[in-house]
């Protein structure tokens, strides 16, 4: 599934190529992704692209009129095409630039999507979401705020998006590695020096993704197609039964709130 930093990679490719173009029309192939593709979209017609950006796993692409919202679901993925290229089986949706390039937009299991919005603000896919991880609003002063009287576990509600955003299923296992913490404490229980590490940790580790072009999953190109890189180190994510790299005990896997969570008991307290 792409995570933040794979949207962010994806942001940074397209952008470029965007602002400052024109979409000419649009071409969609197959409207039904996780909702039907947004009519306005549908109908685009010579609009200029003023910019592009991202909020959590959504790129916004802001026109004149309003804004598309894109959401790479499981298994989307965008990119340019310097030239028409026939389109393949999952090849939804097609942007034709008044430069002759297309973004296309693929995606095998069609759980992602294309929105429509004239409002930002109220976007109701997009009001209710937590701050960026790597904006100055996620400090250990308001996690630590959040936290207090959260019995939850620490992973999962990390990974709630009113609490902050982008940080997958990935990201809360690495950075809870990092940060020495076990992901079945409950939130409250962490102390005020713990989630002034696990913040740092939280930046750091997706800093380091975006910086390396996003984990890769099979799913994902780069948006210049070719495929991306695979140079995350990833510490205990996947590795159940393997030594830990600071101290050799297997690492462990349990699941918590449904999702895959590894960790070492010896490292993480
Ligand atoms: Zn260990």
Known sequence: MPELPEVETSRRGIEPYLVGNKIQYSIVRNSQLRWPVATEILHIANESVLSVKRRAKYLLIQLQHGWIIIHLGMSGSIRILAKEQ??????HIDLVLADGKTLRYTDPRRFGAWLWTNDLDNCPVLFHLGPEPLSTDFNADYLY????????AIKPWLMD??????VGNIYAN??????????????????????????IQIKQILQCSIKQGGITLKDFLQSDGKPGYFAQQLFVYGKKGEACSHCGQLIESIKLGQRSTFFCYNCQK
């Not at 079945?184 to 989630?195: G, M, Q, W």
């Open 86 to 91: 026939l389109a393949e089986k999952h090849d």
């Open 145 to 152: 705020q959040r936290a207090k009287n959260k019995k939850t």
């Open 174 to 199: 690495e950075a809870l590695f990092a940060a020495k913490i076990l992901p079945t404490r409950a939130a409250h229980s962490l102390t005020r020096k713990e989630i002034d590490n696990l913040v």
């Open 161 to 166: 998006n009113k609490i902050v955003v982008g």
